[in-house]
């Protein structure tokens, strides 16, 4: 099982990036995704869910209203845009997988992880 996030990189505030997961070894119609950040110092934190089908979708207070979260289960791939970014939103962005429909925001719930990929948000 692989999951690969892209599409990371340094954007001034205000600015918008688009995330992607792309996922290869497992069904991906069965498994729910999930995407966590992690800032220097902190805890790994939940930002976005979307279950197997997509259509659930949740968000952390934080990201509501900013990120969007979308799946291609066609391509197998999961997107996250984000739009009026701010210098807290710097992180490494993970997506992971879970088998099932059962929404879920908790990391130690998630079967598969990715590598990561870094946002930096900065003028």
């Known amino acids: 099982v692989q999951l690969v996030e892209s599409g990371g990189d340094l954007v001034q505030p205000g600015g918008s990036l688009r995330l992607s997961c792309e996922v290869s070894?497992?069904?991906?119609?069965?498994?729910?995704i999930g995407w966590f950040r992690q800032a220097p110092g902190k805890e790994r934190e939940f930002v976005a869910f979307i279950s197997w089908m997509g259509g659930n979708k949740v968000y952390a207070d934080s990201v509501r209203g900013r990120f969007i979260i979308s799946r291609n289960n066609t391509k197998t791939t999961v997107h996250l845009e984000m739009n009026s970014l701010k210098p807290e939103d710097t992180a490494v962005y993970y997506c992971?997988?879970?088998?099932?429909?059962?929404?879920?925001?908790?990391?130690?719930?998630?079967?598969?992880w990715g590598q990561g990929t870094q946002v930096t948000v900065s003028s």
């Open positions: 070894g497992l069904s991906f119609d069965d498994y729910a």
């Open positions: 992971a997988a879970r088998w099932g429909s059962q929404i879920v925001k908790t990391e130690t719930q998630f079967d598969y």
